[in-house]
């Protein structure tokens, strides 16, 4: 049997999910745990365009997973598009329904938007104001943002608002881009692990 500590070294699987380094799986884990048990909206946020998609991707998947879940995309990538269509959603409400309690018996709706640069703080805040202040639209939002000059300091997983979390994919270190691709070497996923750590992996 495979355990905890042998993740870390045995072959990548057909399947299995990639990640720079085990705690980004627990941190993913915890994710959907305050999206689907908590409401709790995200701010994605990774150093480059691939690795961005790359870590949306498994949160997205297991979001969908969820039959209380439906997930919505908007292109072009501009959090204007993402507040006119929470706006479009907010009319359809009374002021009291938007600011009232969550109905457990209507299925959430997931505003996806990536955002191919960091939000300005005040767009931070509006959307941030949103989620907190409008429970009833049962509506959350999952932003990715590139941001490649991120402070190395941040935290990973960070608690932003009442109802935002902000989560921040940091690089690899050397030793586990090496980890990484001994685990995929020869392997299927060979191809796609060295994609991934040529856009991410430092030099």
């Given at each position: ?24 799986r ?7 745990q ?5 409401g ?5 946020s990774?150093p ?5 998609e ?16 439906r ?9 204007e ?7 479009r959603i907010l009319?359809t409400l009374?002021m ?8 457990p018996?209507t299925?959430v709706r997931?505003?996806?938007?990536s ?20 429970p009833?639209a049962?509506?959350?939002?999952v932003l990715?943002?590139?941001a ?5 300091e ?5 608690i932003v ?29 060979e ?10 992996a430092?030099?």
């Open positions: 049997m495979t355990t905890t500590d042998d993740i870390g070294t045995a072959r990548l699987q057909p399947f299995e999910e990639i990640f720079f380094r085990l705690e980004d627990a941190l993913r884990d915890s994710v959907i305050a999206m689907v048990h908590e709790m909206s995200l701010i994605l990774a480059d365009h691939v690795t961005a790359h870590y949306s991707k498994l949160i997205v998947n297991h979001l969908r997973a969820n039959a209380g879940m997930i919505e995309v908007y292109s072009p990538t501009t959090t598009g993402l507040l006119e269509r929470f706006n009319t009374s009291d329904e938007a600011m009232g309690q969550r109905n018996e299925p997931v505003l996806l938007l955002h191919d640069e960091p939000i300005s703080p005040s767009e931070s805040r509006l959307l941030n104001r949103l989620v907190n202040n409008f009833g049962n509506t959350q939002l990715v943002q590139t490649p000059n991120e402070d190395p941040t935290k990973s997983l960070d608002g009442q109802r935002l979390l902000r989560w921040t994919i940091n690089l690899p270190t050397l030793d586990e881009a090496e980890r990484l691709l001994a685990r995929a070497r020869g392997t299927t996923r191809h796609e692990v060295l994609e991934l750590l040529q856009h991410a430092p030099d």
